[in-house]
T-cell receptor
């Protein structure tokens, strides 16, 4: 099992550019979560999906952020336009039926200049 | 908002037991206690979880008080590689419930 796979590992972009982060959950898992981590705010839940349907997006900071899960094996988090305050590590995680354990990817380190 | 309270930091001598406390005084009857840890720059890693009975696995032991208002994670023989931030989380064990992470406890294992 390859675990949760995120890409890219690192992203450096300029303010105003569109950024797309990608996540492949563990096969068979039906819940997917996007988190953001900064020194100031810690680990924040942005949005989570069950069976590809967004359940709670109350953590999405503003309309510049959007997330999709077109199928059970792929999700994207898009920021358009990006701003320097979006700089953070973005984690994707997945869990299976019963949701006992949350498995995290290695994260994407985003730097917006 | 996180439903748990943990000390911000703790030290432990290498080879000794590390006992990490967590208060969850408002826990509901159907909420489980989960522990995760995050080693620098990595994604959080699951350690253990329980409802009301004490639990043990290859990584740690979880002791939950009888009234379930607090718990302790025990690393029996801490090593330098156990230095990490440890998160205590309470949640209902079904999908549709998200994991809310608080600031956790930063454990430093000292040689």
């Amino acid at each position: 099992d390859a675990g949760v796979i995120q890409s890219p590992r690192h992203e450096v972009t300029e303010m105003g550019q569109e950024v797309t982060l990608r996540c492949k959950p563990i096969s068979g898992h039906n819940s997917l979560f996007w988190y953001r981590q900064t020194m100031m705010r810690g680990l924040e839940l942005l949005i989570y999906f069950n069976n590809n349907v967004p359940i709670d997006d109350s953590g999405m900071p503003e309309d510049r952020f959007s997330a999709k899960m077109p199928n059970a094996s792929f999700s994207t988090l898009k920021i358009q336009p990006s701003e320097p305050r979006d700089s953070a590590v973005y984690f994707c995680a997945s869990s299976g039926t019963g949701a006992e354990k949350l498995f995290f990817g290695s994260g994407t380190q985003l730097s917006v200049l | 908002d996180a439903k748990t309270t943990q000390p911000p930091s703790m030290d432990c001598a290498e080879g000794r037991a590390a006992n990490l406390p967590c208060n969850h005084s408002t826990i509901s009857g159907n909420e489980y206690v989960y522990w995760y840890r995050q080693i620098h720059s990595q994604g959080p890693q699951y350690i253990i979880h329980g409802l009301k009975n004490n639990e043990t696995n290859e990584m740690a032991s979880l002791i939950i008080t009888e009234d379930r208002k607090s718990s302790t994670l025990i690393l029996p023989h801490a090593t330098l590689r156990d230095t990490a931030v440890y998160y205590c989380i309470v949640r209902v064990d079904n999908y549709g419930q998200n994991f809310v992470f608080g600031p956790g406890t930063r454990l430093s294992v000292l040689p």
